[in-house]
Nanobody
């Protein structure tokens, strides 16, 4: 069974940094697309960024392009989201999700149903 576990969330002040991790198990880390999403209460889950073998970093959210970086360590079956210059509007529960047997990231619209497995989420809180 494919499982994803996020970690690294926490509370930071504006301008701070966090690195989220998404550890994947039950799957050979090959031909995949892993995306990071975020959700605040009362709003839809939105795509942030995705990585695959052909998409080094496909950003779904323009507001984070110059501040967030996605990377993967295939030896550790882990994908990272480095978040710098955090702002209060980045506050959300962050989820990672995977589409297996894929070489490219899903494209909008309707990203949510295109990913097959999801983690439980990790909370990021950015204060003023």
């Amino acid at each position: 069974e494919v499982q994803l576990v996020e970690s690294g969330g926490g509370s930071v002040q504006t301008g701070g940094s966090l690195r989220l991790s998404c550890a994947v198990s039950g799957f050979t880390f090959d031909d995949f697309a892993i995306g990071w999403f975020r959700q605040v209460p009362g709003k839809e889950r939105e795509g942030v960024v995705c990585i695959s073998s052909t998409d080094g970093g496909l950003f779904y959210e323009d507001s984070v392009k110059d501040r967030f970086t996605i990377s993967s360590d295939n030896a550790k079956n882990t994908v990272y989201l480095q978040m710098n210059s955090l702002k209060p509007e980045d506050t959300a529960v962050y989820y990672c999700a995977i589409l297996i047997m894929a070489t490219r990231c899903p494209r909008p619209p309707n990203l949510y149903p295109q990913f097959e497995y999801w983690g439980q989420g990790t909370l990021v809180t950015v204060s003023e």
